[in-house]
């Protein structure tokens, strides 16, 4: 079952590679960083299975958008998460920095131990903090190389979220798979 598994998701990242490989219309690097998130999996994807691990536990929801709850991906981790509803902003704590999520619509500066989130990669709908799953997946990604200095530097910038490697692979069932995995 495990190989059969296997083998299908590897034939879903062959697919998924061939698909970003003839995206030849524009240089991914001279994309905005959300854009070339979901290029190199597959931008037509427009629900995502996210697949959390900690402490070898799996939790798997699937969602009918790009976006996911904030809640949903760091429940397990351990962080604690907060909404400041005066403010409009979501806090997400861990090792004593803070990742912030600011809805305000008003430019806010970053404190000590504190990393805000660019606003075109979140989403306040019906009072859920929300990130697009491709930011996510590319952030972390495994399999990504060096070249994407941007992408180097905010893997750097939120290492304290604790997320040990994430993986994406589009699927041919349309879905986007993440796959958020969190250090023990």
Known sequence: MKRLVSLLLMSTLVVGVVSVASATDQPLKDLPFKERAAYTYNPSLKKIELNITKDHKLTRTTYNSTYVPMKDVFKQSGA???????????????QGQELILNFSGKEIT??????????????????????DAFVLAYIFE??????DQERVDWEEKLKFLD??????????????????????
């Open 80 to 94: 604690t998460f907060n909404w400041d509803g005066k403010k409009k902003i979501t806090t997400v704590k861990n």
């Open 110 to 131: 970053a404190g000590k131990n504190q990393v805000i989130l660019p606003r075109e990669w979140v989403q306040l709908k019906n009072g859920v903090s929300s990130i």
């Open 142 to 147: 495994v399999a990504a190389d060096e070249s």
């Open 163 to 184: 997320i040990k490697e994430t993986t994406g692979l589009p699927g041919l069932d349309k879905y986007m798979h993440v796959f958020v995995e969190f250090n023990d």
